[in-house]
């Protein structure tokens, strides 16, 4: 009997050093505002732009895949087939890399970074039975530039920032900085459909 509670206890006591761990990064890093230490270097500025652009592509895969598996479903309904009459589909990006460590933060930290990061709200759309499908510039609220606040000091305020990049700031766990070594490729649609 001793062993389980043992183990209890030690997985209580990890969760909670993960926890000072990561509030402390949090404190140090996010909260001691990062956005105004942030520097707009010509390198900085043009990895972020080809992360926003990469991640504009990426949005555009996920609207085709949300688009497909909606028109299949409605040709199944129209053929008879009840099964999906109530369906709704939820799809979003979500970063799923091989490592997380970037040089502000370990692996660990970074876990729990991407961990806490509500990525259905910053990459997600959804669609469901009798509802049209809105157009992508819709969807993605693309009729407005998103360098706002977190992007107001960039220096080319004609480039087009997506509001996925925009959001995945504004969840306050993915600082300007750590945008820097997110690899575009790490980005995966994700997609559910229930009934």
């Known amino acids: 009997m001793t062993v389980p509670i043992y183990a209890g206890f030690r997985n209580l006591k990890n969760q909670r050093m993960v926890e000072r761990r990561y509030n402390k990064w949090m404190e140090e890093h996010w909260w001691s505002d990062a956005k105004d230490k942030f520097i707009w270097t010509d390198e900085n500025i043009k990895r972020l732009f080809a992360l926003n652009d990469a991640i504009i592509e990426k949005e555009n895969s996920l609207y085709k895949l ?87 000091d960039i220096p080319d305020r004609e480039h087009y920032i997506s509001r996925s990049l925009h959001w995945l700031v504004e969840q306050r766990t993915y600082t300007m900085e750590d945008l820097l070594y997110l690899n575009p490729d790490y980005f995966v649609e994700c997609i559910q459909i229930r009934n």
Request: charged share 25%.
């Open 66 to 152: 949300l688009s497909d598996v909606k028109a299949d479903i409605e040709s199944l309904l129209a053929a008879g087939k009840s099964y999906y009459e109530y369906y709704d589909i939820e799809a979003c990006l979500s970063y799923e890399a091989d490592e997380y460590a970037i040089p502000s933060g370990d692996e660990n930290t970074m876990f729990e970074v991407y961990r806490c990061t509500n990525f259905q709200i910053c990459m997600g759309l959804s669609t469901m039975a009798g509802r049209p499908l809105r157009s992508i510039e819709q969807t993605f609220s693309r009729e407005l530039n998103w360098n706002i606040e977190f992007f107001q």
